[in-house]
């Protein structure tokens, strides 16, 4: 396998390589073994889902070659990858196949500077090797051999270059130490191999503290978030790099970084305090590398958090602004052939309701990015005003990017950057902006379905709920229902009131288990079919075990608590009836309330033989009957006696004339949100019968 993957590499002239092997459900890739970069390097993908937003998964999955030809085509079709590596390189990422299937999938670099297409030669290289590949995982399988440890891929050593004779060694030693400034070799793992002694004075350390270690863990003062970042560009990108470092307390050296396959030689100098530096040393302009991480680290956690576009809109404002030294975003999508305004910060409002539903225009920034997919950059106006000379300065900012928001390949929105003074976009910052921008626009889209299925699924349960509840002469009635916690979905819990005749009435609570679509469909056929039997008059046990036998036959693969009690307001009883339900609660007239002990009865939909026995009660004027569903007493770490006890608390507290009093009171103490609430207050009068 070495083997192989070393001659793909040599053949196709590619820097580096990552073989991967799918594994046996056929749902990840683990990483087997590397060339030409450290295992640091390769550490946040050594497991990829087959699903993942990155080259070899879309090349397993889709079974074809992806190629990604530079940095900012990385940055707007692989947002994740092009965060954690925001370099200058190509990438080629195939299949490996076999006869019988795909097998795993090949990752192949390039230095920047590549065409921006494989040659044919490469081309018929990379297909040939990931045959070969392919050949060897088939043939490791059925000889029952384990490919890969899951977590340490194995390393390839970099191809051994010529052995110098001794009297080239002395002439190159020689050579070195003739040279101004100091010389230090770096190996792929960036370990320090070789320093002459300019080196070693230069930094003020010994070679045998030098010699093996890591520059940034060897000299303290070193370990910035530049060094190892400028190292990382060299290594991935196989590009001169540079920087400057201040050695305690006062002395600037500067660092040339030269790669190549074997390793990096790094040439170290004395240098000003960077006022009259060479450009070239300098860092860019911008946010800090280690800043942008924290803040993307934030925006990524966050974001996958946003279950609606207003979530959206204010993680990335709480989250970009601030990383970025922006001071406004605006945040827009197309909606049947006009720009729809999703969210902004930092701009007047009447300014952008002038741009928010006027037609689509390539004359607009906002509106000429969600055409192409492409990002702008305006360090001033006057660099705007060429490209979109239609466009007014109205805003009073200084400099403007505009980026598309990507999701499945294609711009499904776009985000407007502003800052209030001249601002550059140096090549790795416009990455990291394309980059964050592709995270934004995954979660857009995942958060502009919920929101369509949320809309679609609350009108299904509204529609299913009862609009309102009969007028029963005598009986006053009060009910309340509240939906789960956002994010959490829509459930079954249902409420009814039936009138079954001048004198008898009829009242239902129950609750599906579930928060989902078909939960709230169960919960319409439960209320159907109790409210079916209980119009031809069957007691509650018949109404039970009637709507208990139909969801038995239906077998839905969903249980259901249901409690009916039916009211005889001219006889003054109650009688009640519980499958699996929360006892109702009675107040009484004196203010007493009392939770009624109704013998117990089986979920509706597990044993079509089960029987609900049922209670009677009195049923005077002034008293209260309260039905509820779990989601008013239920709390994580709660006892449900405790809880069902405080109910009882607030009921007997409540004035009894009033409901819908009483109803808001029980609700505003009800445990956070967690689950849906349904409530049910009923009481006679004493004109009832």
Known sequence: MDTALADVVRATRATGAMLYVLTPDRTALWLSHVAGAPREVVAPWTRVAVGDPIPVADAVREERLVWVNSQEEMARRYPRPAVVLPYDFALAAVPVASDSGVRGGLVLLWPSGHPPQL?????????????????????????????????RPHILPPEPGRTPTAEEAWAGTALLDRLPGGYVGLDLNGRITLVTPAATDLVGASPDRLLGALPWEALPWMDVPHVEDRYRAALISRTPQSFRVLRPPGTWLSFELYPDPSGISVRIDRTGDGQDADPVTRMPHGPGRATMLYHLMHLATTLTEAVGVQDVVDQTAQQLLPALGAQAMVLMTAEDGRLRILGHRGYNPELLARFDGTPLSRDIPGAAVLATGEPGFFPSFTQMADVYP?????????????????????????????????????????????????????????????????????????ALLPHSLPGIPGLRVVARYLPAARGLGIGGDFYDLIRLDENTAAAAIGDVQGHNVDAAAL???????VHAHATVGAPPDHVLGG????????DPGLFTSCLYAHLDLGNRRACLATAGHPPPLMRHCDGR????????????????????????????????????????????GVDPDDATAALAGLVEQSDPRDLEAMADTLVRHAPAPGDDIALLLLSPTPDCG
């Open 119 to 151: 040659s044919r030669a490469e081309h018929d290289a990379v297909r040939a090797g990931s045959r070969r590949l392919g050949y060897l995982f088939e043939q490791a399988a059925r000889r029952g051999e384990a490919v890969v440890s899951p977590g």
């Open 390 to 462: 239609k466009m007014t300065h109205e805003d009073g900012m200084a400099a403007w990017a505009v980026l598309p928001l990507i999701a499945s390949g294609r711009p499904i929105g776009s985000v407007l950057l502003s800052y209030d003074r001249p601002h550059t976009f140096p090549p790795s910052e416009r990455a990291i902006l394309t980059s964050l921008a592709g995270l934004v626009g995954q979660a857009l889209d995942r958060a502009r379905l919920y929101d369509n299925k949320d809309r679609l699924a609350h009108r299904l349960q509204s």
């Open 523 to 529: 919960m319409g056929q439960v209320r159907t079919a």
């Open 547 to 554: 709507t208990n036998r139909l969801l038995t036959d239906l």
């Open 593 to 636: 309330t009392e939770l009624l002990a109704i013998p117990p009865g089986l979920l509706l939909g597990i044993d079509p033989t089960a029987r609900y026995p049922s209670l009677e009660c009195a049923l005077p004027p002034g008293c209260v009957l309260v039905l509820y569903t779990d989601g008013l007493v239920e709390a994580p």
